[in-house]
């Protein structure tokens, strides 16, 4: 049974940063690619970030390039995402995601594994 606990969120003003941080237990972490999604009220989950089971590649939502950083540490069976200079409609629940295969994918049907969430909102 993998399990993801996500953390960091929090209630931040328009500019400021947020680091979300998500820990994955029950399966072999440097093994599978990892992602982050997001949910605003009244909208599907999306895709902000990526990346694959080393490390070595990632990939980013348009909205985010450039302000948001996903990262991995494969000791730790931790996964990251830096967020700066925040805008008010990044406001949404987060969520940390796994899939079971190494190589780095932005479809959600390929994510298995879900954290429970953990929510942004940003103040203009």
């Known amino acids: 049974q993998v399990q993801l606990v996500e953390s960091g969120g929090g209630l931040v003003q328009a500019g400021d940063s947020l680091k979300l941080s998500c820990v994955v237990s029950g399966r072999t972490f440097d093994s599978v690619a990892m992602g982050w999604f997001r949910q605003a009220p009244g909208k599907e989950r999306e895709f902000v970030a990526g990346?694959?089971?080393?490390?070595?590649?990632?990939q980013y939502t348009d909205s985010v390039k450039g302000r948001f950083i996903i990262s991995r540490d494969n000791a730790g069976d931790m996964v990251y995402l830096q967020m700066n200079s925040l805008k008010p409609e990044d406001t949404a629940v987060y969520y940390c995601?796994?899939?079971?295969?190494?190589?780095?994918?932005?479809?959600?049907?390929?994510?298995?594994?879900w954290g429970q969430g953990t929510q942004v909102t940003v103040s203009s």
């Open positions: 990346i694959n089971s080393n490390g070595r590649i990632t």
């Open positions: 995601a796994a899939t079971s295969r190494p190589w780095l994918t932005t479809s959600i049907g390929d994510f298995g594994s």
